[in-house]
């Protein structure tokens, strides 16, 4: 999705059938993890955010509340040789998740 046609937030939360009533507000958001992000990529049905291992206990946390208000969708935290956050969800869903992370492919 090009900068011009990125969503707005309202449109993002409709598209990605979120409960933000049901998210902790003290819990980080992608705000906090951007910066430790290395990479993003698209797969069939899943995106792929991978970060630096500084961020492993934001990520926790912010997946933990991401699985309270937004329960559609899939988040799994993969740990190898990179932190892995996937994604999975529909393709809408997906096109407007991968709106809020910065574009580093990996």
Do not use: N, Y
């Amino acid at each position: 999705m090009s900068e011009r046609s990125s969503p707005d937030r309202d449109d993002i939360i409709e598209v990605l059938e979120c409960d933000l009533g049901a998210r902790p507000t003290t819990a980080p958001g992608v705000d906090s993890l951007v910066p430790h992000v290395r990479g993003v990529a698209r797969t069939t049905g899943a995106l792929l955010v991978e970060f630096d291992e500084h961020a492993a206990e934001t990520l926790s946390a912010f997946v933990d509340a991401e699985r309270s208000c937004c329960a559609g969708i899939g988040w799994e935290i993969e740990r190898g040789p990179m932190l892995r956050l996937r994604i999975t969800a529909g393709d809408g869903q997906l096109e407007a998740m991968a709106s809020l992370w910065k574009s580093k492919p990996i």
